[in-house]
């Protein structure tokens, strides 16, 4: 069993910051890529930020230069640091992570539960 936890969600102006946290936890043997991905009300799901095992990022052109994607390989853990958010920014936030389990043959991907920011103007 493998999970995906994250934290880090609320409420917060325009201009502000929130910094968004995603635990993976079970029988994990290795994680390749992980990354953030959002929803917002009547749209598709979207890639916001990527991060693969050797620390090399992507981000969506929307984001480039406000938002930071890292992680902590020893903990599993992916951080997402959302700076200058806009109403735009305003979705339920998902992570996701590409894993491979001490049953599996092959990386499969997970998702946590998601997690919900608002930015108000």
């Known amino acids: 069993q493998v999970q995906l936890v994250e934290s880090g969600g609320g409420l917060v102006q325009s201009g502000g910051s929130l910094r968004l946290s995603c635990a993976a936890s079970?029988?994990?043997?290795?994680?390749?890529?992980m990354g953030w991905y959002r929803q917002a009300p009547g749209k598709q799901r979207e890639l916001v930020a990527g991060?693969?095992?050797?620390?090399?990022?992507n981000y969506t052109d929307s984001v480039k230069g406000r938002f930071t994607i890292s992680r902590d390989n020893a903990k599993n853990t992916v951080y997402l640091q959302m700076n200058r958010l806009k109403p735009e920014d305003t979705a339920v936030y998902y992570c996701?992570?590409?894993?491979?389990?001490?049953?599996?043959?092959?990386?499969?991907?997970?998702w946590g539960q998601g997690t919900q920011v608002t930015v108000s103007s």
């Open positions: 996701n992570a590409k894993i491979l389990t001490s049953w599996s043959v092959r990386h499969y991907d997970y």
């Open positions: 079970g029988s994990i043997f290795s994680i390749n890529a």
């Open positions: 991060i693969i095992s050797g620390g090399t990022t």
